[in-house]
């Protein structure tokens, strides 16, 4: 259904590199549908959290992605809890890649998990097709209170029929990304919340190698 953006990945594109630097977090593990997913869990608020979604599983990408790795720490530097996970077929986690639809079920078993812990206020973020499981997942959702968008993949997959993405506080992409440029961005952005931000970061590719701490900051400028 999404061979398109499949065929047209260089496998680096999506799996960068691990995360080297640690973070205070331990591994938990939840049910999606029948399936074990492990996880990531740094618990500092009990009132605020967020969900943070890493790159493509056919190419690498998982929780330990050093794009997710920066997100999840600028969320940490907050004082939020924070839960980064493995989509079902990756790492520990139970099942196979499932075309982006199991994946959704995976992302809203992570989110009612912080609900359930005690976490009412959870924003969410997602790495290239991270972000799209997000988008597609997010109207079928009631917990999420803020979204932030990192190198949506427009120019690879079909975002549509997202619409309206009420919760959509900030859009990231590099200026020479060209998985998510920055010009289609501009053009569906009215479409998903006409009041979210813009940031492009002025050199930076879908790697953000070399820019993972300006992302941090920018993604931390804005919570």
Same mark, same amino acid.
Not at 143 to 164: D, E, I, L, R
């Given at each position: 259904?999404?061979?398109?953006?499949? #065929?047209?990945?260089?496998?680096?594109?999506?799996?960068?590199?691990?995360?080297?630097?640690?973070?205070? *977090?331990? /591994?938990?593990?939840? @049910?999606?549908?029948?399936?074990?997913?492990?996880?990531?869990?740094? /618990?500092?608020? *009990?009132?605020?959290? +967020?969900?943070? #979604?890493?790159?493509?599983?056919?190419?690498?990408?998982?929780?330990?992605?050093?794009?997710?790795?920066?997100?999840?720490?600028?969320?940490?530097?907050?004082?939020?809890?924070?839960?980064?996970?493995?989509?079902?077929?990756?790492?520990?986690?139970?099942?196979?890649? !499932? *075309?982006?639809?199991?994946?959704?079920? !995976?992302?809203? =078993? =992570? @989110?009612?998990?912080?609900? %359930?812990?005690?976490?009412?206020?959870?924003? @969410?973020?997602?790495?290239?097709?991270?972000? &799209?499981? $997000? +988008?597609? =997942?997010?109207? $079928?959702?009631?917990?999420?209170?803020?979204?932030?968008?990192?190198?949506?993949?427009?120019?690879?997959? $079909?975002?549509?029929?997202?619409?309206?993405?009420?919760?959509? /506080?900030?859009?990231?992409?590099?200026?020479? !990304?060209?998985? %998510?440029? %920055?010009? @289609?961005?501009?053009?569906?952005?009215? =479409? &998903?919340?006409?009041? +979210?931000?813009?940031?492009?970061?002025?050199? +930076? !590719?879908?790697?953000?190698?070399?820019?993972?701490?300006?992302?941090?900051?920018?993604?931390?400028?804005?919570?």
């Amino acid at each position: 259904m999404h061979r398109h953006l499949l #065929t047209n990945l260089h496998p680096l594109c999506l799996c960068g590199l691990t995360a080297t630097r640690k973070l205070m *977090e331990e /591994k938990i593990d939840f @049910l999606s549908e029948d399936y074990k997913i492990e996880g990531l869990l740094d /618990k500092k608020s *009990e009132d605020k959290g +967020a969900v943070i #979604t890493h790159p493509h599983p056919l190419y690498g990408g998982d929780m330990y992605n050093f794009v997710v790795g920066s997100i999840a720490r600028a969320y940490q530097k907050h004082g939020y809890t924070t839960l980064r996970f493995n989509f079902r077929g990756v790492g520990g986690s139970q099942g196979y890649y !499932d *075309e982006g639809i199991g994946e959704q079920n !995976d992302l809203l =078993a =992570a @989110l009612s998990y912080l609900n %359930a812990i005690g976490i009412k206020q959870i924003d @969410l973020t997602g790495y290239s097709f991270g972000a &799209w499981i $997000n +988008a597609q =997942a997010i109207r $079928n959702d009631v917990f999420v209170k803020n979204m932030v968008m990192v190198s949506p993949p427009v120019g690879f997959v $079909n975002f549509h029929p997202t619409t309206s993405l009420s919760p959509l /506080k900030l859009v990231v992409t590099g200026s020479r !990304d060209d998985i %998510a440029p %920055a010009h @289609l961005i501009k053009k569906i952005l009215p =479409a &998903w919340n006409p009041n +979210a931000v813009f940031e492009i970061i002025d050199g +930076a !590719d879908h790697f953000y190698g070399g820019y993972v701490e300006e992302l941090e900051s920018v993604v931390s400028s804005h919570l």
